[in-house]
């Protein structure tokens, strides 16, 4: 026999409830046979299914054949968007170079930020540290901001695109106290350290140290820098979508 | 500086391996998930210009799963038989190297018998738990994905796991 509440205690299992709705449900489970069995159920499909199914990957050659019709397709509008095309070729061949080369642009000093912000992130990851205000409001973490910084650290929400913000907390970066927004993308955390610097405007640049890869840039009088250990393409599609929000 | 940024192939390529995936779990064959792969991306770079820019694996999953559909109509249409779970389940893999062969083996059939599992679901039930717990997709975005409500995603989803632990309790039986 199932509880009413079995659906209910798979959106908790899927980390689809917010944390309130999630405290009351496990309150829930802790008095109910059924649902604590039904819980040890998709615990272990998703250990099987996670551990045992096959997650096919493109092969070598479909990658190959799939960016060849795309660059056919780009080559027959040659005068609706040449420069474009001509980007596209560009990164298709050249896109891992043009990375490294930033990478090796990237002064010593920048190094030893790096190094700081991929230890701040870590640091983070361990239990209890990960934010001193938990809310997937954005209305809620930017004034819990106020007051504590001496700076308004933007704080957008993209829960739309997949990367919902979980909350916010205080952190020591570069000789001054920073703000650290915290996004969620599946299983994978991702920091968002953000400070005034009175740099000039610079694009994304990425890096990568200890498995965790990098992605600083300047805009609007703040220095940025996003880490996780996401792939670098989705870090930087996060970080694409971030400065795509208003 | 950060290359390609807002370019097709920036924003779809990256999503190719999931593309791939959930193209061979929905057809059943490795050559049929290639040819709706290569289809899916074509049209992808069409509506490209309508791309809004929110969540490009979602948006390309969307795509890819709209193709495979229409595929999957068409096979049914000519009256073409699908592929046996055995045939389309992938060769064992290789022993690692200093690991013991026979506990290879026996992790090599359970990966079969669950891939066979998986591939006896409904195609419905059986996309809803791929993009679940094999591409982690929310249920958000897997209702974007299947273009159904989220009431359905998770019904689907409940369904799906219910009928995989029944089949692999039977699978365990005398």
């Known amino acids: 026999m199932d509880c009413d509440k079995a659906l209910l205690v798979q959106a908790e299992f899927d980390g689809e409830l917010d944390a309130a709705e999630a405290a009351r449900l496990a309150a829930h489970r802790e008095g109910c046979v059924p649902c604590r069995r039904r819980w040890r159920e998709l615990a272990a499909a998703r ?12 092969s070598p050659a479909l990658r190959r054949a799939v ?38 642009a990237m002064p010593s000093g920048r190094q030893n930020l790096v190094a700081a912000v991929v230890d701040d992130h870590i640091r983070a990851l361990q239990p209890g540290h990960l934010r001193d205000v938990v809310s997937t409001d954005q209305h809620t973490v930017k004034p819990w901001f106020d007051g504590r910084l001496d700076f308004a650290p933007p704080v957008k929400e993209l829960a739309q695109a ?26 994978h955390t991702i920091d968002l350290f953000v400070w005034p610097d009175r740099g000039a405007t610079t694009a994304p640049a990425s890096t990568a140290r200890n498995g965790y890869n990098v992605i600083h840039w300047r805009e609007h009088g703040m220095a940025l820098w996003a880490v996780s250990d996401l792939e670098r393409d989705q870090l930087r599609e996060f970080v694409r979508l971030w400065r795509q929000m208003p | 500086m950060m290359p390609e940024s807002g370019s097709f192939a920036a924003v779809a390529l990256p999503h190719l391996d999931a593309a791939y995936n959930l193209a061979r779990w929905l057809m059943g064959s490795a ?23 929110v ?57 079969q018998q669950l891939d066979g599992l998986l591939g006896t679901l409904p195609v419905e039930l059986r996309e809803a ?12 975005e897997i209702a974007q994905v299947t273009e159904a409500p ?11 796991r219910r009928m995989l632990a029944a089949a692999a309790r039977q699978g365990d039986g005398p």
């Open chain 1, 47 to 58: 250990a099987a299914l996670r551990g045992g199914a096959t997650r096919h990957a493109a």
């Open chain 1, 67 to 104: 960016e060849a019709r795309l660059a056919a397709a780009a080559a027959d509008r040659p005068r609706r968007r040449p420069i474009r095309w001509w980007r596209e070729a560009l990164s298709f061949a050249a896109g891992a170079a043009l990375v490294a080369v930033t990478l090796v």
């Open chain 1, 162 to 187: 997949g990367f919902p913000l979980e909350g916010g907390r205080l952190d020591y970066l570069a000789g001054r106290t920073v703000a650290a927004l915290v996004y969620t993308h599946g299983k």
């Open chain 2, 31 to 53: 050559d049929e998930a290639e040819d709706v792969v290569q289809e899916a991306m074509l049209r992808a770079l069409t509506y490209f210009p309508s791309y809004r820019g």
């Open chain 2, 55 to 111: 969540n490009a694996r979602a948006w390309v999953l969307q795509i890819v799963r709209n193709t495979a559909m229409a595929a999957l109509r068409m096979r049914r249409g000519l009256n073409l038989v699908p592929l046996a779970a055995e045939d389309c389940a992938p060769a064992p893999e290789p022993a690692d190297s200093g690991d013991d062969p026979e506990a290879a083996l026996i992790r090599a059939r359970a990966r």
């Open chain 2, 129 to 140: 738990l791929v993009l679940r717990e094999l591409e982690e997709l929310s249920y958000r």
């Open chain 2, 150 to 160: 989220i009431g359905t995603v998770m019904s689907r989803l409940w369904r799906a």
